[in-house]
Protein backbone atom coordinates (compact mmCIF):
# COMPACT_ATOMS: atom_id res chain seq x y z
CA UNK A 1 0.00 0.00 0.00
CA UNK A 2 1.06 3.08 -0.72
CA UNK A 3 0.00 6.73 0.54
CA UNK A 4 0.26 9.74 -1.23
CA UNK A 5 -0.05 13.38 -0.31
CA UNK A 6 0.49 16.44 -2.53
CA UNK A 7 1.70 20.02 -1.65
CA UNK A 8 2.42 22.94 -2.76
CA UNK A 9 -0.31 24.28 -4.49
CA UNK A 10 -2.01 27.74 -4.99
CA UNK A 11 -2.64 31.20 -6.14
CA UNK A 12 0.18 32.34 -8.89
CA UNK A 13 -0.17 35.26 -11.46
CA UNK A 14 0.33 34.32 -14.98
CA UNK A 15 4.07 33.43 -15.85
CA UNK A 16 5.20 32.73 -12.21
CA UNK A 17 6.37 29.42 -10.76
CA UNK A 18 5.53 26.94 -8.87
CA UNK A 19 6.93 23.37 -7.33
CA UNK A 20 4.55 20.53 -6.60
CA UNK A 21 5.28 17.92 -4.13
CA UNK A 22 4.10 14.76 -3.57
CA UNK A 23 4.93 12.52 -0.48
CA UNK A 24 4.75 9.25 -0.61
CA UNK A 25 4.60 6.33 2.44
CA UNK A 26 6.26 2.56 2.04
CA UNK A 27 9.81 1.60 1.63
CA UNK A 28 9.24 0.65 -2.20
CA UNK A 29 8.90 3.89 -3.45
CA UNK A 30 12.00 3.85 -5.82
CA UNK A 31 10.03 0.77 -7.62
CA UNK A 32 7.14 2.76 -8.38
CA UNK A 33 6.70 4.85 -11.99
CA UNK A 34 5.30 8.27 -10.51
CA UNK A 35 2.99 10.39 -12.56
CA UNK A 36 1.05 14.08 -12.46
CA UNK A 37 -2.54 14.48 -13.85
CA UNK A 38 -4.27 17.91 -13.73
CA UNK A 39 -8.25 18.18 -13.46
CA UNK A 40 -9.63 21.43 -14.77
CA UNK A 41 -13.54 22.39 -13.46
CA UNK A 42 -15.62 20.19 -15.44
CA UNK A 43 -13.02 18.49 -17.55
CA UNK A 44 -11.70 14.95 -17.38
CA UNK A 45 -8.47 13.69 -15.29
CA UNK A 46 -5.29 14.26 -18.07
CA UNK A 47 -1.99 12.84 -17.78
CA UNK A 48 1.01 15.71 -17.09
CA UNK A 49 4.00 14.18 -16.87
CA UNK A 50 5.74 10.52 -15.45
CA UNK A 51 8.94 9.76 -14.57
CA UNK A 52 9.63 6.00 -15.05
CA UNK A 53 12.73 3.94 -15.23
CA UNK A 54 13.29 4.56 -19.25
CA UNK A 55 13.02 8.52 -17.96
CA UNK A 56 10.62 11.57 -18.20
CA UNK A 57 7.39 12.43 -20.77
CA UNK A 58 5.36 14.73 -21.04
CA UNK A 59 2.15 16.03 -22.20
CA UNK A 60 2.81 18.84 -25.60
CA UNK A 61 0.96 21.81 -23.58
CA UNK A 62 3.66 21.52 -20.61
CA UNK A 63 7.21 20.07 -22.58
CA UNK A 64 9.70 23.29 -21.89
CA UNK A 65 7.94 24.77 -19.02
CA UNK A 66 7.60 21.78 -16.50
CA UNK A 67 9.93 19.67 -15.00
CA UNK A 68 9.18 16.20 -13.00
CA UNK A 69 11.89 14.98 -10.98
CA UNK A 70 11.81 12.46 -7.76
CA UNK A 71 13.91 11.93 -4.66
CA UNK A 72 13.50 8.09 -3.61
CA UNK A 73 15.84 9.10 -0.23
CA UNK A 74 13.04 11.44 0.56
CA UNK A 75 10.04 9.59 -1.12
CA UNK A 76 9.05 12.36 -2.98
CA UNK A 77 8.44 13.23 -6.55
CA UNK A 78 8.31 16.77 -7.89
CA UNK A 79 6.93 18.97 -10.53
CA UNK A 80 8.37 22.04 -11.16
CA UNK A 81 5.91 24.40 -13.03
CA UNK A 82 6.77 27.49 -15.02
CA UNK A 83 5.80 30.10 -17.07
CA UNK A 84 2.24 29.66 -15.94
CA UNK A 85 -0.89 30.26 -17.91
CA UNK A 86 -4.11 30.40 -16.75
CA UNK A 87 -5.08 27.68 -18.75
CA UNK A 88 -2.94 25.18 -16.07
CA UNK A 89 -5.01 26.03 -13.76
CA UNK A 90 -6.90 22.67 -12.10
CA UNK A 91 -6.30 19.98 -9.24
CA UNK A 92 -3.13 18.27 -9.63
CA UNK A 93 -2.79 14.98 -8.31
CA UNK A 94 0.10 12.89 -8.19
CA UNK A 95 0.20 8.93 -8.90
CA UNK A 96 1.83 5.79 -8.34
CA UNK A 97 2.10 2.48 -10.91
CA UNK A 98 3.46 -0.82 -11.20
CA UNK A 99 3.32 -3.38 -13.70
CA UNK A 100 2.78 -1.17 -17.10
CA UNK A 101 4.82 0.30 -19.65
CA UNK A 102 4.22 4.46 -20.73
CA UNK A 103 2.00 5.76 -17.70
CA UNK A 104 0.50 7.94 -19.29
CA UNK A 105 -3.13 7.02 -18.82
CA UNK A 106 -4.81 7.08 -15.61
CA UNK A 107 -5.22 3.19 -15.16
CA UNK A 108 -1.74 2.32 -15.13
CA UNK A 109 -1.46 3.53 -11.99
CA UNK A 110 -2.71 2.01 -8.46
CA UNK A 111 -2.37 4.50 -5.93
CA UNK A 112 -3.47 8.60 -6.14
CA UNK A 113 -2.99 11.32 -4.35
CA UNK A 114 -6.01 13.62 -3.09
CA UNK A 115 -5.03 16.41 -5.25
CA UNK A 116 -3.09 19.94 -4.28
CA UNK A 117 -5.36 22.99 -6.38
CA UNK A 118 -3.58 25.39 -8.61
CA UNK A 119 -4.71 28.43 -9.92
CA UNK A 120 -3.14 30.68 -12.29
CA UNK A 121 -4.86 33.99 -12.77
CA UNK A 122 -4.11 36.85 -15.91
Known amino acids: QVQLVESGGGLVQAGGSLRLSCAAS????????MGWFRQAPGKERRFVAT??????YYTDSVKGRFTISRDNAKNTVYLQMNSLKPEDTAVYYC?????????????????WGQGTQVTVSF
Open 51 to 56: IRRSGT
Open 95 to 111: AAGRGSSYYTTSDEYNY
Open 26 to 33: GRTFSSYA
